[in-house]
């Protein structure tokens, strides 16, 4: 079942590419598609995974580590966990090519 969801993170465009350095390149397995945004406040991801177990894997085994370590060096603190919207999603079109922005 499709897991979505958005998470609003008070860390800047730098800190974020630090975090997307430390992960590689390698896309994680179940992940559909993953969006960033700026807000007032910092960034906003939204992602679509094909399942939670799929998100809740890549999360405890690629990117908490790495955001632990980034963040903490940011912030100089490590902040708690932000809270999670869950998104009902009725469908998600991918179309052939991304870009980043910056």
Do not use: N
């Amino acid at each position: 079942m499709t897991y979505a969801f958005t998470i609003e993170v008070p860390i800047d465009p730098a800190t974020y590419a630090h975090i997307q350095d430390g992960l590689g390149t390698e896309k994680p397995p179940g992940l559909v598609v993953h969006l960033v945004q700026r807000t007032t406040s910092g960034l906003r991801y939204t992602d679509v995974w094909e399942s939670e177990a799929d998100w809740k894997r890549f999360a405890d085994e690629r990117l908490h580590p790495v955001v632990d370590r980034v963040v903490s060096a940011a912030l100089g603190f490590r902040p708690p966990e932000p809270s999670v919207q869950r998104l009902d999603v009725v469908d998600v079109w991918i179309g052939a090519c991304a870009t980043h922005e910056d």
